[in-house]
């Protein structure tokens, strides 16, 4: 089920999380951003209480894109109490995203696959909504 969830800024999200953050900087049109979608899912299910999955479209946020200095797409980078630790550019298994996510993560991402975790859409600029799927 999707859930919207607003704030006032993508700043006060990243700060306010208690949980890592993982942003796709992602274009509609870019071909291997859409084959990172299965794989945040994938991902994303398996880290459900351990990590939050946000995307960005870059084309509706260029600045947004600009102040992290998105030059390549997808670009995925990962946020722990709202200051940058990781930046990955590029398609990667779900695997090796996990490896790659798990020493930024205290009680470590490697889970058995589950249906249900974050994942939050960066939409709406207006209202800066944000929606996540989550089985509650």
Same mark, same amino acid.
């Given at each position: 089920m999707a859930v919207q969830k607003q704030f006032n800024s993508f700043e006060e999200l990243l700060s306010s999380s208690d949980l890592p953050v993982l942003v796709d900087f992602y274009a509609?049109? &870019?071909?291997? &951003? *859409?084959?990172m979608v299965p794989i945040l899912e994938q991902v994303s299910g398996q880290t459900k209480d351990k990590l939050m999955v946000v995307k960005i479209d870059t084309d509706k946020y260029e600045q947004l !894109?600009?102040?992290?200095? #998105?030059?390549a797409l997808p670009t995925l980078v990962l946020f722990k109490n709202g200051v940058e630790v990781d930046r990955i550019e590029g398609? @990667?298994?779900? !695997? *090796? @995203? #996990?490896?790659? @996510? *798990?020493?930024?993560?205290p009680d470590g991402l490697k889970s058995s696959l589950q249906t249900n975790g974050a994942f939050l859409s960066h939409e709406n600029t207006k209202s800066r909504n944000y929606q996540s799927r989550n089985s509650r």
């Open positions: 509609t049109w &870019c071909g291997p &951003c *859409q084959m !894109a600009s102040q992290f200095h #998105i030059y398609v @990667l298994q779900p !695997a *090796q @995203l #996990i490896d790659r @996510l *798990q020493p930024h993560s």
